[in-house]
C-alpha cells in the first residue's frame, strides 16, 4: 500500500494484493510503486482541474448557480424537444427591486449577501425539473419545463410572497427581499433569442409598473 497525495493532502491509497502469500515482501524495493502513486497522484490533480474549469465555465462564481452559457443551452434543448413532441416551458426573468440602492446603503458585501439569498431561494422553492440560473448582476432567470404560464404564474406568485415573509439579516441588518419578475412562453415563441427578450421585457414592465403606483 502506497499513499496517493493532492497538493500535498493524503486522498487515498494505492492497494495491491495477491493470493500468493511470496508475491510481495516487506524487504522489497517498493521505488516503481511509488513512482506509480506519484503518476496517479498527477493524473487525480489534472481530471478534478480539469473539472474545475469546466465547473466555472458554466457556473457562476458568487451564487455556484449556473450561468448563462448553461441556461441557453438549456433552452436549446428544451426548445428543440418541444418543437418535436409538443409540449409547453415557461421563462421567468427575475430580479431584485432596489438593489443599487441595497449596495449604496449598505455596502457591496451586502448585495452579495443578497444575491446568494436568492439564489438559495431560487434553488429550494423551485421544483426538481425547474431550472435556476444566474443571467448577470442581479438578474436571474428560472426555466419551468412542461410548465404552462398560468402555473408559472402561480409558482412564481409564491416565489414573491415566500421572499417578502422571510427577510434577509446580514451583520445586523434586516431587509425585506422584494423581486420582480416578468414570464414568456414557448407558445409565444420558439426562438430561443425572442423568448428571452419577452420575458425580459415583461421584467421591466412589472419594474415600470411598481414605479408608477409608487408616484
Given amino acids: 500500500m502506497?499513499?496517493?497525495?493532492?497538493?500535498?493532502?493524503?486522498?487515498?491509497?494505492?492497494?495491491?494484493?495477491?493470493?500468493?502469500?511470496?508475491?510481495?515482501?516487506?524487504?522489497?524495493?517498493?521505488?516503481?510503486?511509488e513512482r506509480l502513486a506519484v503518476k496517479l497522484s498527477l493524473g487525480l490533480s489534472n481530471v478534478?482541474?480539469?473539472?474545475q474549469v469546466q465547473h466555472l465555465a458554466y457556473h457562476d462564481h458568487l451564487t455556484s448557480l449556473p450561468n448563462r452559457r448553461a441556461m441557453e443551452r438549456l433552452l436549446v434543448a428544451e426548445l428543440a424537444r418541444i418543437e418535436r413532441y409538443g409540449g409547453e416551458l415557461t421563462v421567468a426573468f427575475i430580479d431584485l427591486d432596489h438593489f443599487k440602492g441595497v449596495n449604496d446603503t449598505y455596502g457591496h458585501d451586502y448585495g452579495d449577501a443578497l444575491l446568494q439569498y436568492l439564489a438559495d431561494g431560487l434553488r429550494?422553492?423551485?421544483?426538481?425539473?425547474?431550472?435556476?440560473?444566474?443571467?448577470?448582476?442581479?438578474e436571474f432567470v428560472l426555466v419551468l419545463p412542461q410548465t404552462e404560464s398560468a402555473k408559472a404564474a402561480e409558482l412564481l406568485a409564491r416565489i414573491e410572497a415566500e421572499f417578502t415573509s422571510r427577510p434577509l439579516t446580514f451583520q445586523g441588518e434586516t431587509l425585506v427581499v422584494k423581486i420582480s419578475y416578468?414570464?414568456?412562453?414557448?407558445?409565444?415563441?420558439?426562438?430561443?433569442?425572442?423568448?428571452l427578450k419577452l420575458a425580459d421585457s415583461r421584467l421591466y414592465e412589472s419594474k415600470n409598473r411598481k414605479k408608477s403606483v409608487r408616484h
Avoid at 487515498?12 to 522489497?28: M, V
Avoid at 478534478?48 to 473539472?51: K, L, R, S, T
Avoid at 420558439?190 to 423568448?195: E, K, P, R, T
Fill in 2 to 33: 502506497v499513499p496517493l497525495h493532492l497538493d500535498g493532502e493524503l486522498v487515498g491509497s494505492l492497494n495491491q494484493a495477491d493470493p500468493d502469500p511470496r508475491r510481495f515482501n516487506p524487504n522489497y524495493n517498493r521505488t516503481h510503486l
Fill in 48 to 51: 478534478i482541474a480539469h473539472e
Fill in 124 to 138: 429550494k422553492m423551485s421544483r426538481q425539473s425547474d431550472f435556476a440560473t444566474r443571467l448577470a448582476g442581479d
Fill in 182 to 195: 416578468g414570464l414568456a412562453s414557448s407558445r409565444e415563441h420558439l426562438n430561443l433569442s425572442d423568448l
